[in-house]
């Protein structure tokens, strides 16, 4: 069995000028009198993963664990006004992806014998805020998770998804693999739902794709597919 702890914080001061790209937005924002030098983005979190396998007297048993854990998401935009947190929130600013969810847990166990082999992949969010709670905690948005400006709404429920795949090889030369992905076919959260809107109050709709907060595409609109590949070493 192994362990990994890693522990990251990255703190940035604005604008970025390492790349081109960098440079030329920072002269842009210069000419423009928008020149931001005083905005500060801090970033830290804590990764931690186990590995563990057992061979056993047929085949082999293999887990992996990924624990992912968002200790602070803080920007500023400049020294003159406060500082912002946004763990556990889906937003951000500074034109930035925070790290969103206060912790994602990633498992996955398998089973192996010979050439063959299957593996079942649990994966975990839990409940996310709208970035309202940041910029409008005593808001109408933050206490139903609506959206940020232009950003998505909060989501009040977990969300799991579960996986199963499976792998044979033939020969040497061919590989088949096959597999279930949203085996239970769970549907993506309700959100969105606001019960003061006027005239008519704003009914709950299903998140689909990805939610911001560097959480790419997280639900899963599309439901359960099935996927087979074969593979042909030369």
């Known amino acids: 069995m192994s362990v990994l702890l890693e522990v990251e914080g990255v703190g940035k001061r604005?604008?970025?000028?390492?790349?081109?790209?960098?440079?030329?937005r920072a002269l842009g924002r210069?000419?423009?009198?928008?020149?931001?030098?005083?905005?500060?983005?801090?970033?830290?979190?804590?990764?931690?993963q186990v590995n563990w396998n057992k061979m056993l007297d047929a085949g082999g048993l293999t887990m992996q664990m990924l624990l992912n854990y968002n200790i602070s998401s803080e920007t500023?935009?400049?020294?003159?006004l406060p500082s912002q947190e946004w763990a556990g929130t889906n937003g951000c600013s500074l034109q930035i992806q925070c790290q969103g969810y206060?912790?994602?847990?990633?498992?996955?166990?398998?089973?192996?014998?010979?050439?063959?082999?299957?593996?079942?992949r649990h994966q975990y969010w839990p409940s996310i805020k709208s970035g309202s709670c940041v910029t409008a905690p005593a808001s109408t948005g933050c206490t139903y998770g609506l959206p940020a400006g232009f950003g998505p709404p909060g989501v009040d429920?977990?969300?799991?998804?579960?996986?199963?795949s499976g792998n044979y090889d033939f020969t040497d030369k061919y590989s088949l693999r096959f597999g279930?992905?949203?085996?239970?076919?769970?549907?993506?959260?309700?959100?969105?739902?606001?019960?003061?809107s006027l005239p008519f109050a704003t009914p709950a709709t299903h998140i689909g794709g990805g939610l911001g907060g560097?959480?790419?595409?997280?639900?899963?609109?599309?439901?359960?597919?099935?996927f087979v590949s074969m593979t042909m070493n030369f």
């Not at 279930?180 to 076919?185: G, P, Q, R, T, V």
């Open 157 to 164: 429920t977990d969300y799991q998804l579960f996986a199963l």
């Open 14 to 24: 604005y604008p970025k000028v390492a790349r081109p790209r960098d440079r030329l």
């Open 214 to 226: 560097g959480s790419g595409a997280t639900y899963d609109p599309l439901g359960r597919s099935y």
């Open 180 to 196: 279930i992905e949203n085996l239970f076919d769970e549907e993506p959260p309700l959100a969105g739902a606001n019960p003061t």
């Open 30 to 48: 210069l000419l423009l009198g928008r020149e931001d030098h005083d905005a500060v983005t801090v970033l830290e979190g804590v990764d931690f």
């Open 76 to 80: 500023q935009d400049r020294e003159d």
């Open 102 to 120: 206060d912790y994602r847990l990633f498992t996955t166990v398998g089973y192996f014998r010979g050439n063959w082999g299957f593996q079942v």
